[in-house]
């Protein structure tokens, strides 16, 4: 089973991009983690490494964030799992929104991660050096 993460500084920006994936890419299994425990704008480590942790028991995951700082906290989540669950899970460049949209439409039609992944190309975003 293929999942798709959604990290965010915000809950309303995570489970609008989920909605609209559902509802215009078809069904697929998406996971939010917006906000933060105290309930402010932010990133939350902790429940992003639960919730990434939980999906890579189940399969393989893909990861996409709206900010820099959601991206990273991702990111670390990603490398503290054990080197198994480390390998399911792919962090993706791709526009939020449009990636989900895409993502979900992907994974609805049944491809895999890695077919995912090559669909999200074209929406990667531009890299800051």
Do not use: W
Not at 13 to 21: M, S
Not at 80 to 103: P, W
């Amino acid at each position: 089973m293929v999942s798709l993460l959604l990290i965010s500084h915000s809950p309303k920006i995570v489970e609008g991009a989920k909605d609209l994936a559902l509802e215009m890419g078809g069904e697929a299994n998406i996971i939010t983690v917006g906000g933060t425990k105290a309930g402010t704008l932010g990133a939350d480590y902790d429940k992003t490494f639960a919730v990434m942790e939980d999906a890579a028991k189940q399969g393989e995951v893909i990861v996409l964030a709206d900010l820099g700082s959601a991206r990273l906290t991702g990111q670390m989540a990603r490398e503290a799992l054990d080197s198994e669950l480390l390998e399911r899970v792919y962090l993706c460049d791709a526009a939020l929104v449009e990636g989900a949209l895409i993502a979900a439409i992907a994974i609805a039609a049944g491809q895999s991660a890695q077919e995912t992944l090559d669909q999200l190309q074209e929406f990667l975003l531009p890299k800051s050096d």
